[in-house]
């Protein structure tokens, strides 16, 4: 399989077991023809410092694994804590929602973006949700929306959103929103 070649195995891991494997392949290949040793060596440690910068940024799949597993454990008072601070660093105003069919108004630029949090513990988030936020788009005259999902969402979700000013946000770019706040506030994912 294509997708598991040996640097993709180990950009899933920490970034110090690409820095042992690139010195234990050094110590090897020094022991057998020294002249080439560093070379053996260096795509190894370019790898190991590129997985440090993006597990030092939040970006790497091991941490956000982690955070996602910390946003599934929050209750909703911390999540939605978390979720508005990290809009607020990114410059915009945050109020609270006039509407069930989101928890958030975003203001920037003149522009309004709704919020949807749906972080509960469900693997997949469905169309109807999104069908409601697209509702509510319309309704306040938004720019457009943005659903969160701790989780997933469901084929059927992401054709819908496809179709509508809606973005969603899970997985690594949800860890990269909030990586931003837990350096700050390690108390929060606790």
């Known amino acids: 399989m294509a997708s598991d070649t040996l640097f993709n195995i180990l950009s899933r891991q920490p970034w110090w077991i690409s820095a042992v494997v690139a010195a234990v392949l050094f110590g090897i290949t020094e022991?057998?023809?020294p002249p080439v040793a560093f070379f053996?060596?260096?795509p190894f440690l370019l790898l190991a410092a590129f997985i440090g910068y993006k597990q030092l940024r939040g970006t790497g799949e091991v941490n956000v694994a982690d955070k996602l597993t910390s946003l599934r454990e929050m209750s909703w008072e911390n999540f939605s804590l978390v979720v508005s601070e990290a809009y607020r660093r990114e410059g915009y105003a945050v109020t609270e929602a006039?509407?069930?069919?989101y928890d958030f108004e975003l203001e920037k630029s003149g522009r309004r973006?709704?919020?949807?949090?749906r972080r509960w513990?469900?693997?997949?988030v469905g169309k109807a949700p999104l069908e409601a936020l697209a509702a509510a788009v319309r309704r306040v005259?938004?720019?457009?929306a943005i659903c969160i999902a701790a989780g997933g969402f469901s084929p059927n979700a992401r054709d819908y959103a496809s179709t509508q000013p809606i973005t969603l946000v899970t997985g690594s770019d949800l860890a990269r929103l909030i990586g931003r706040?837990?350096?700050?506030?390690?108390?929060l994912f606790s």
């Open 98 to 101: 006039r509407d069930s069919a």
């Open 113 to 117: 973006t709704l919020v949807s949090c």
């Open 40 to 42: 053996v060596a260096l």
């Open 181 to 187: 706040v837990q350096g700050k506030r390690t108390s």
């Open 121 to 124: 513990k469900v693997n997949s």
């Open 31 to 33: 022991l057998v023809y």
């Open 141 to 144: 005259d938004a720019y457009n």
